[in-house]
T-cell receptor, first 115, second 111 residues
Framework: GAVVSQHPSWVICKSGTSVKIECRSLDFQATTMFWYRQFPKQSLMLMATSNEGSKATYEQGVEKDKFLINHASLTLSTLTVTSAHPEDSSFYIC???????????FGPGTRLLVL | QKEVEQDPGPLSVPEGAIVSLNCTYSNSAFQYFMWYRQYSRKGPELLMYTYSSGNKEDGRFTAQVDKSSKYISLFIRDSQPSDSATYLCAQGGAGSYQLTFGKGTKLSVIP
């Protein structure tokens, strides 16, 4: 149990385009989902926390207009990188927190390359 | 203030060795502790999830929490090359949905 999927697993796009990444909890409901970014050989960096049906809470330094997060249901959150630029190239990972647990289950990640 | 300290390594051991991975934390308010394993280019995988002090065992893995010294450990018995990965400790709870992660220890198990 406690499986989280992400789609796509990797994406290459041109500078200036927008990219949407989906995160789904497959076998549990997640009132809270998280989006992380990870650069090579570095630890996870929390970007934002999203609660179902409400606006996401962004960490300091993360542009909310650039990284749009929607958490429309208890099993789906999406991250849209708008007007992507090469510096947005990174590994994006989502996680989901089951309602009665204090832990998080992670998706497999999405590798984004902006040319 | 939330801080979790973890030696980044790298740590290299021969196959079959017992591995000890450690973290210290500063905030006692957060009383849930986790260990994640992350393979290269993959998302972290939850290995162990503990609340109380003491040991929790799952196969070759044992998680240990010592709240008096604010020290958490993960032991891996009979280590295998497939255990080669980065191991992240994490702390959570106290009504905060977020987790505080250590920086991760990179482990290599040499055949």
């Amino acid at each position: 149990g406690a499986v989280v999927s992400q789609h796509p697993s990797w994406v290459i796009c041109k500078s200036g385009t927008s990219v949407k990444i989906e995160c789904r909890s497959l076998d549990f409901q997640a009132t809270t989902m998280f989006w992380y970014r990870q650069f090579p050989k570095q630890s996870l960096m929390l970007m934002a926390t999203s609660n179902e049906g409400s606006k996401a809470t962004y960490e300091q330094g993360v542009e909310k207009d650039k990284f749009l997060i929607n958490h429309a249901s208890l099993t789906l959150s999406t991250l849209t990188v708008t007007s992507a630029h090469p510096e947005d190239s990174s590994f994006y990972i989502c996680s989901a927190r089951p309602e009665v647990q204090e832990t998080q289950y992670f998706g497999p990640g999405t590798r984004l390359l902006v040319l | 203030q939330k801080e979790v300290e973890q030696d980044p390594g790298p740590l290299s051991v021969p196959e079959g060795a017992i591995v000890s991975l450690n973290c210290t934390y500063s905030n006692s308010a957060f009383q849930y502790f986790m260990w994640y394993r992350q393979y290269s280019r993959k998302g972290p995988e939850l290995l162990m999830y503990t609340y109380s002090s003491g040991n929790k065992e799952d196969g070759r893995f044992t998680a240990q929490v010592d709240k008096s010294s604010k020290y958490i450990s993960l032991f891996i018995r009979d280590s295998q090359p497939s255990d080669s990965a980065t191991y992240l400790c994490a702390q959570g709870g106290a009504g905060s949905y977020q987790l505080t992660f250590g920086k991760g220890t990179k482990l290599s198990v040499i055949p």
